[in-house]
């Protein structure tokens, strides 16, 4: 199982990196100086790569289930459900908050209109990877709470987490799939890992708070 999750985890970053490598190249076309007038033609855009790379995600996850299931000894085909399309709206309205509002901040705080460009380009691209990398713990999740044999996933981090993430995954709880949200944040390269059959360890679900 390891071994499987070591592969996906590579795997999702690979997918990561794309997004953002594709997200760089569309970032000329939201022009700082004409923001209101290029802003929505600009988020069409990137939500187009998100749903893209989301599906792209969502399959990688798929095969990884299946991957961890047969590595269980679980017998039966593995139960996959997709995540469901975001609505542009939602995509749009995080690109706001990050793009939009990320160059105001920035603005207001003193810097340049290219500081502040490059200020709402890491906020922005943060967010765009994390809808994406959102799109494989979904399908983990919903896929384990509809597969009689799924007991749960465990947190795996990746080798530059944050001490918030490695706090939660170090605890080496079990979470429900029917109970725990995933919490994540901009950058966060973390997997849920799927575990199949066993006793599921009781764990008090993440619950954000104002400061998360």
């Given amino acids: 199982m390891a071994e499987a999750t070591d592969r996906y985890r590579r795997a999702a970053q690979a997918i990561r990196a794309g997004t953002l490598r594709d ?8 022009d700082p100086r004409r923001l209101d007038e290029t802003f929505p033609g600009w988020a069409f855009a990137v939500q187009t790569l998100v749903e893209r790379d989301r599906g792209t995600m ?13 590595e269980s000894g679980v017998p039966g085909e593995a139960v996959i459900l997709l995540p469901e399309r975001l609505p542009r709206e939602q995509i749009e309205a995080s690109l706001s908050a990050t793009a939009k509002a990320g160059l ?26 994390r809808l994406v990398a ?14 009689p044999q799924g007991t749960g996933w465990r ?3 990746s080798p530059s987490a944050c001490g918030f993430c490695r706090m939660l995954a170090g605890r080496g709880d079990v979470y429900s799939a029917e109970t725990a949200d995933f919490a994540s944040h901009d950058w966060c390269g973390c997997a849920a890992e799927p575990v ?9 679900p993440y619950a954000p708070s104002t400061r998360r």
């Avoid at 969502?58 to 047969?70: E, I, Q, T």
């Avoid at 207001?108 to 890491?122: M, N, P």
């Avoid at 199949?196 to 008090?204: E, F, I, K, N």
Wanted: glycine share 8%; hydrophobic share 45%.
């Fill in 23 to 30: 997200f760089i190249k569309l970032w000329p076309a939201l």
């Fill in 58 to 70: 969502a399959g990688l996850a798929s095969d990884y289930l299946r991957a961890v299931r047969f």
């Fill in 104 to 129: 105001y901040t920035a603005l207001r705080s003193g810097r340049s209109l290219d500081e502040a460009s490059k200020v709402a380009l890491v906020r922005s691209s943060g967010a765009a990877a």
């Fill in 134 to 147: 959102n799109a494989g713990r979904e399908t983990v999740r919903s896929s384990l709470a509809a597969d």
């Fill in 155 to 157: 947190r795996v981090t």
């Fill in 196 to 204: 199949y059959g066993g006793d599921l360890q009781a764990v008090r």
